[in-house]
Structures are given as C-alpha cells and as structure tokens.
C-alpha cells in the first residue's frame, strides 16, 4: 500500500464529516452513535440525501453546493475515493456534507426508519449477471425502504442501457411512480441543470459518445417485491459473456 493511501486512510480517521463503523463492530453488536441523530449533526432539520457509492463525491458535494436547504452524505466502501470528496468539502467549509464508510448492504445500521429523503446511485455497475447486486434490484429497494421515508425519492443516473431497461422494468413492475424518465440527456440543456452534475466515470463515457440516461421514480412499499422476467440487451462496450435474462431463476 503506497504511502499517500496511508496518509488519506489516517486524514479519515480524523476528518470530522467522516464516519466509520467496522464490520466487526457491527456483528457485535455497536451501535452507530449517529444513526436516528444526523440532524443534530448537521445542527438542523433539513432532509438527508445520500449518494450510494459515491466514489470521489462529485455528486455529493456538487449538490450540497446547489442546494444548502438539504444536507447530503456520501457512502462508500473505498476509503482512498471518498477521501477526495471529503477533502474537497473541508476545503469549500460545506457544513451540509457527511461521508460515511461503509457497504450499502448495511444502511439500516447508519441510518433510521424514515430519516432519508432522497438517493442517488450514480453511475453504479450494471451488474449484468449478478442481480442481486444491482443497486436497483428489489433487494437493495428493501434495504432503501427500511431508511427512506414513503413516496421518497430515488434517483438513477447511468451510462448502461441495460441498467436503465432493468430498472424501469421493475419499477414498472412493482407499480413505482416514474417522475422523469430520460434516456439519453441533452448535455447543452442541462447547463446549471441538477444534472449538469460530473463524475468522474460520466466524463468517461461523454468522451466515448455514450448517452447518459436517468430516471427519477418513488419508492413505495408494495405487499411483495417482484422482479422482472424479461430479456435485456447487454451493453455492447462491455464483456462480460453473462445470460441476457434478469428473471427470478437467475443464478446470482
């Protein structure tokens, strides 16, 4: 491990926007002092968006700065990444900006019933084989509803195309409202636009002529979750060599 990793995992541990909680604390039972109390963190009642997988926190910070009326909290599991966009919201002194280290399948033990408002998942892995790991699979939809607060809102932003078939499918499938949908978003319209937002990876794929897509529906707890059985066309600029079929009998 180089010497400027070991530098960003020692500047987290002292970051004070920054949280951990290891796995093993967890399995025994800790805690997370934060969770059901992130208002008298940030020292207001605002609403708490978070950004699933955030990477460097380009979206995190990029929205804590359009909008100081929403506090916004990053997560992810690679500590060097979410480094950078930690670092960035010490630098501009955002008070409206948390990050948390962690696995998304544990969101239940960071956060409490109904104190989120919003999620983004921007630009996650299609998971073209692995449904279950999708982060808009029903299962992961079960994790969000123990923490998200009714009719919030879940907003996907993805250059696969396969993704986006996939979710709207099980959107449509489980009967979840579909407040924007946009398959391909016009870069010169969006200027100053929430999605005018960059990451990292979305520059990557503008620069390959990739369209970006995005969806904005409302998670609602229907009485069983279901997946979709339908046929997806993989993404052709990646090669995974994976079934096309997202169905239930899908070996995950």
């Known amino acids: 491990?180089?010497?400027?990793?070991?530098?960003?995992?020692?500047?987290?541990?002292?970051?004070?926007?920054?949280?951990?909680?290891?796995?093993?604390?967890?399995?025994?039972?800790?805690?997370?002092?934060?969770?059901?109390?992130?208002?008298?963190?940030?020292?207001?009642?605002?609403?708490?968006?978070?950004?699933?997988?955030?990477?460097?926190?380009?979206?995190?910070?990029?929205?804590?700065?359009?909008?100081?009326?929403?506090?916004?909290?990053?997560?992810?599991?690679?500590?060097?990444?979410?480094?950078?966009?930690?670092?960035?919201?010490?630098?501009?002194?955002?008070?409206?900006?948390?990050?948390?280290?962690?696995?998304?399948?544990?969101?239940?033990?960071f956060f409490a019933t109904d104190e989120v408002s919003e999620i983004w998942l921007t630009f996650p892995d299609p998971q073209m084989k692995k449904r279950n790991k999708r982060l808009t699979s029903t299962r992961m939809m079960q994790q969000y509803e123990q923490v998200l607060r009714p009719d919030g809102s879940i907003h996907l932003k993805t250059d696969s195309a396969f993704l986006f078939i996939y979710t709207k499918a099980m959107a449509e499938q489980n009967k979840l409202p579909i407040v924007t949908e946009l398959e391909g978003i016009d870069q010169e319209a969006i200027s100053g636009h929430i999605l005018a937002i960059r990451t990292y990876y979305e520059q990557q794929w503008l620069a390959r002529g990739i369209a970006i897509k995005y969806l904005h529906l409302l998670l609602q707890h229907p009485a069983q979750w279901e997946e979709p059985d339908i046929l997806i066309p993989l993404d052709e600029y990646r090669s995974y060599g994976r079934s096309k079929r997202s169905a239930l009998n899908l070996t995950v």
Not at 3 to 16: A, G, H, I
Request: proline content about 4%; charged content about 25%.
């Open 1 to 109: 491990m180089g010497k400027n990793k070991l530098q960003k995992f020692k500047d987290l541990e002292v970051f004070p926007h920054v949280f951990q909680l290891r796995y093993s604390d967890i399995i025994e039972g800790k805690e997370f002092e934060q969770k059901g109390n992130w208002q008298s963190f940030f020292c207001n009642d605002h609403p708490i968006v978070l950004e699933l997988g955030c990477g460097r926190g380009e979206y995190t910070v990029g929205l804590a700065e359009r909008f100081p009326e929403k506090n916004f909290i990053g997560i992810d599991m690679k500590g060097a990444r979410l480094w950078a966009g930690a670092k960035e919201a010490l630098n501009k002194q955002l008070s409206n900006v948390a990050f948390v280290r962690t696995n998304i399948d544990l969101l239940p033990h």
